[in-house]
């Protein structure tokens, strides 16, 4: 393999960039991206199929420039409005939300923002190097790889559940079950059967993350926000820039590192997305690190992790793109599509004559991150500064970008309806102090489960894959993951992570629990009801969901109960703070219906116009602020959504009952 | 790349009527100034979304005034959120196009409740070729050897959903040469379901474009049946780059019953389309035919022939709006009982019907 690392095709590689276009079209791809990353709603896909039918009338070096860089740093400025509004900008910043958004409250965005993006450039490089330095012994370790490995791997994520349940275990593991449930709506591959679809073909292709995501997280935290009333940081100052962030990543080097691995490891598996990078980073961060009670409470650790892991799968997606072909996810097979087009073949002929172009994609990596960071770290401070923003800028705004960016899932009337029941399923658990984590995990991890779990069961005998060196390799990791955390903790006699902090509504009791219980026992019920009349292969994953969330919920039963019994003997009488929260919830909860019925009855436009306006004037902003609120918004709207994607709204109400009015005009 | 004999005799009929009309003179069509758009049916990143951003730009070169071109992303139900607001909503004043591929005028999808439109009055602006699928099977001879001994383990298959030409054409197979087959289903996508090919997972996979099916061929696999081209005298004959690999409609002569071969004929017909462009249904003449004349151009220019030839192969076809309005108005006309006997086929060989 000495050919493989000749210094003149990494020359090559460099120079061929090196030209005004090659070195302009770094710069864009990089900046566009950027920005596109840090809208919540839009993604880097989109910028990708934009831009390829133009990037296939490029000279090879120039598609490389354009394409890999754009390719390279989506999950560097995602965490922009992970941290500050936890809004996952694309879907390998989810996790950041956990820790990245308490820090903001506690006045700290600044360093979260500087630790994400220097992890974020650390993670990238690191991939880029994994990339290249692997390439001679990785054909045979993929090829030693199959589906009883990867369902291992996947088994090994969701064992994160226990951990990031914290104090409620039971409850923990309920909402994972949930999440398993929520998993198998769709389409089933295996027999056809359309499940829990109620006949629509909305549902075909399961519930869009980003939908389940902002409703778990953005919703209740906007909620609580407003019900608050100060800015996100609550403090209302900012401590630690953002160069202390970057410090961090050096104090936790070993971490960064161990996460780069794992975000390379889940790139270079075609089918596991972003999503799965920094949920399985964050998951090894928290099972593996010291004081692990402190994650979710806005430990730094908590946001290296998923930002590092996040963009060195971009490394580890290059993997199978360039050894065998096999594009490593959707943004590689679009690449690979151009790169065809242009001349530049995967596959043996890269690691031969077209070496330079490798190493050119390797060069673009590194150029890119280290780009993305440098402008991520110059405009971190004005970002963080967001932050003492007061709330009656921060909510309406948010809100309005929860909205949009639950409408570009499907662009779909629909989306808005399962966003309000995710808020509402958020807004409950956060109050009743389920953790949420666990059900956004197993929605991410199910739908991999099931596919790798039959193909494992179809293709091979029992026998056969659990003696696989690769299966018994993890199971044993499996085993020690889930047991060092127990065992560490009970030696300290620690408590698990804390993973929510407590809701600012009104403070509820045992007896929600109870309902909660109640309703998830009728749920499980129902699924079940459905799924009598389906063939065993599309139904035995439901009773499956069923028989464990039926076995949890009734052990939470008890324990409520005996909670009930408790708090019985302690007469709680309300305080007028108490009554106070009650009365701004429901305020908030009515604003947010307002925005829903809005733009049901008058569209998107009025109403995100209308909507931060009223809000801002109704708790103190001027009206200056107020019209410079509903203007951007309706800039965005615009100059975003209906310019460049150029969106396909839903007609609102009025518009419907104008044309059965005027029919033709 | 042709169409079947009653697709042409169809087409034939369409331009015949077409040159006897008396065509009132018109007005020169024009989109200078103006901003086409083209409604693809599918989300971002996929491949109908990159054919149309493709050819869709350059269509936009060659419309007269070459207007501006826009994209929009309308995903749902496999394309057919797109096709209903198509049919509904939009006008046919020659400024909205809307980008889809052959599983949205497949009689089986058109079957479905949900659909609420009719392909058959669509006025095709052109389309691309579905180009024969390669089914391939690992080089090991007893793998190979198991394919026709039904005495022994069978060979896995290895497939996304079951809704692939490729794994049609192995229930053809099983059902009429005898294979030995058991169908591994749930591969999350193309990569995949290629990748545990090469990794020995599964023995038989299938695909059609070349810089998937090359890379397998030049490694671990090799190419066992073709379902082949169309050529000029409506016969499916060996793909440019697959000479030697039988056809499998070559293998199924005489082995068919007069039901058995008009269920097959149809079902050919169902793979005839790959990628397509349409405008709505009234759309007046002289604004079907610019789009027509522009399309035609785009897909005569030697370089993007270049460029699709690289892409999908030495093979690359396409069709002319007049050739897809009759290939889908023949589609539409599918009656169940055509439908019937493969679908049975099917769910006796252990595929999904979805």
């Known amino acids: 393999m000495k050919d493989l690392y000749d210094p003149s095709a990494m020359l090559n590689g460099f120079l061929g960039l090196m030209t005004p276009a090659g070195i302009a079209l770094i710069i864009a791809g990089t900046v566009v991206c950027s920005i596109f990353a840090a809208m919540p709603g839009i993604g880097t896909l989109l910028l990708l199929s934009m831009v390829l039918p133009y990037a296939m009338k490029l000279d090879p070096f120039l598609c490389i420039a354009l394409l890999i860089s754009i390719g390279a740093v989506g999950g560097t400025a995602s965490t922009f409005s992970s941290v500050l509004i936890a809004v996952p900008g694309t879907a390998g910043s989810q996790a950041t939300i956990l820790d990245g958004h308490p820090m903001a409250k506690r006045g700290e965005a600044a360093r979260a923002f500087g ?18 330095l ?45 999440g398993l449930g929520l998993s198998l709506i769709g389409t089933d591959a295996r027999t056809g059967i359309e499940r829990f679809t109620f006949e629509d073909y909305y549902l075909w292709n399961g519930i869009h993350l980003v939908l389940i995501a902002l409703g778990i997280f953005a919703v209740p935290e906007l909620v609580d926000l407003s019900v608050r009333r100060t800015s996100v940081a609550e403090a209302g100052r900012i401590g630690k820039g953002q160069w202390e962030g970057a410090k ?45 009670e402190k994650f979710g409470t806005g430990d730094v650790r908590g946001v290296l992790a998923p930002e590092s892991a996040n963009n060195a799968k971009e490394g580890g997606d290059l993997i199978p793109s360039i050894l065998f072909g096999v594009p490593g996810g ?19 002929k890269m690691l031969g004559e077209q070496l330079p172009y490798l190493y050119a994609m390797l060069w673009v990596l590194i150029i890119a991150n280290l780009i993305a960071t440098s402008i991520s770290m110059g405009f971190a401070n004005s970002f963080a500064k967001l932050s003492l923003a007061p709330f009656y800028a921060i909510v309406p705004m948010t809100l309005i970008f929860c909205v949009v960016a639950a409408f570009s899932a499907n662009y779909a009337w629909a989306d808005l309806l399962v966003l309000a029941i995710f808020s509402v399923v958020g807004i409950i658990m956060k109050r009743h102090g389920w953790p949420r984590p666990p059900l956004l995990v197993a929605v991410v991890l199910g739908p991999q489960l099931q596919n790798y779990l039959w193909l494992t069961v179809e293709r091979y005998e029992p026998q056969e894959w659990m003696l696989r060196p690769g299966v018994m390799a993890f199971a044993l990791l499996i085993a020690i993951t889930v047991a060092v955390p127990i065992i560490r903790n009970r030696r300290r006699k620690a408590r698990g992570m804390h993973m929510d902090l407590a809701s600012e509504g009104p403070k509820v009791g045992p007896k929600g629990d109870i309902a909660i219980v109640a309703f998830y026992l009728a749920l499980a019920a129902f699924a079940v009801s459905q799924a009598v009349a389906w063939p065993p292969k599309a139904a035995v994953p439901v009773y499956a969901f069923a028989a464990f969330g039926s076995a949890l919920a009734i052990a939470q039963l008890a324990i409520s109960l005996i909670a009930l019994r408790r708090s019985d003997q302690v007469a709680h009488v309300a305080t007028e703070e108490d009554r106070e929260k009650s009365r701004r919830f429901r305020e908030i909860i009515l604003w947010i219906g307002g925005l829903g019925a809005g733009i049901i009855i008058i569209g998107f436009t009025v109403t995100l116009f209308l909507f931060p306006l009223l809000y801002a004037r109704r708790y103190g902003g001027g009206w200056k602020l107020a019209l410079g609120m509903g203007i951007s918004a309706v800039a965005i709207l615009i100059g975003i959504f209906d310019t460049l994607i150029h969106i396909i709204w839903p007609e609102p109400l009025v518009e419907l009952l104008w044309d059965a009015i005027f029919p033709g005009k | 790349m042709k169409i079947s004999a009653s697709l042409r005799f169809a087409a034939l009929a369409a331009v015949t009527a ?40 350059l269509l936009a070169d060659n419309l007269p005034g070459k207007p501006q071109i826009v994209f929009q992303n309308l995903p749902g139900g496999g394309g057919i959120k797109a096709n209903n607001y198509f049919a509904a909503k939009v006008k046919g004043d020659g400024l909205t196009a809307l980008a889809g591929s052959r599983t949205q005028v497949s009689p089986y999808k058109l079957r479905h409740k949900s659909v609420k439109y009719d392909p058959g009055k669509y006025r095709f602006v052109g389309g691309t070729a579905r180009l024969g699928t390669i089914i391939l099977i690992n080089k090991d001879p007893k793998i190979q050897a198991r394919l026709t001994d039904k005495s022994q383990k069978p060979v896995a298959f290895g497939a996304i959903d079951g809704e692939r030409t490729g794994d049609h054409a192995a229930v053809w197979a099983m059902e009429y040469l005898g294979w030995n087959l058991k169908f591994v289903l749930g ?7 290629l990748l545990a090919a090469r990794r020995g997972e599964v023995d038989m996979v299938n695909n059609q474009t070349v810089f998937n099916v090359m890379p397998l061929m030049n490694d671990n696999m090799k190419a066992i ?65 610019a789009w027509r004349d522009a399309h035609d151009k785009v897909m005569k220019d030697p370089k993007f022939v270049e460029l699709a030839k690289r892409e999908f192969g030495g093979d690359f076809g396409w069709y002319t709006g007049r050739q897809m309005d009759s290939i889908v108005k023949n589609l539409v006309a599918t009656t169940d009982e055509d439908l019937a006997f493969f679908i049975n086929l099917r769910k006796k060989h252990g595929l999904p019907i979805q």
């Open chain 2, 187 to 193: 591969y999350a996508g193309t990569s995949e379901m």
């Open chain 2, 18 to 57: 077409a040159a006897v009309a008396t065509t009132p003179a018109v007005a020169e069509v024009s989109f200078k100034g103006k901003t086409v758009k083209i409604i693809i049916n599918s989300k971002p990143g996929g491949g109908t979304d990159a054919s149309a951003r493709q050819v869709g730009a």
């Open chain 1, 134 to 178: 692997s390439l001679p012994v990785m054909k045979p370790l993929v090829f030693a790889l199959g589906s009883p490995e990867f369902m291992m791997l996947v088994l090994w994520g969701l064992s994160a559940v226990g951990v990031l349940s914290g104090n409620a275990p039971v409850k923990g593991l309920m909402a994972a079950a949930l």
């Open chain 1, 248 to 292: 961090d990543v050096f104090r936790h080097w070993w971490l960064v590192l161990r996460s780069s691995v794992v975000g390379v490891w889940v790139g270079m598996i075609p089918g596991l997305g972003s999503s799965v990078a920094d949920w399985f980073a964050y998951a090894h961060a928290v099972q593996t690190e010291k004081n692990p």
């Open chain 2, 225 to 289: 049946v073709q379902l082949g081209n169309r050529d000029d005298n409506e016969k499916f004959v060996e793909r440019v780059e697959f000479k030697g690999v039988p056809v499998l409609g070559d293998l199924l002569k005489g082995k068919l019953d007069a039901k058995a071969a008009k269920a097959y004929a149809g079902w050919l017909d169902d793979q005839t389309v790959e990628k397509w462009i349409a405008l709505p249904g009234g759309t007046p003449d002289d604004l079907t035919k």
């Open chain 1, 115 to 132: 630790a994400a993006y220097v992890g974020s450039a650390v993670g990238g490089l690191f991939g880029g190097l994994v990339f290249v």
């Open chain 1, 330 to 348: 959707t943004s590689m097979a679009l690449m690979l599509t151009a790169f065809i087009s242009v001349g530049i073949q995967p596959g043996e």
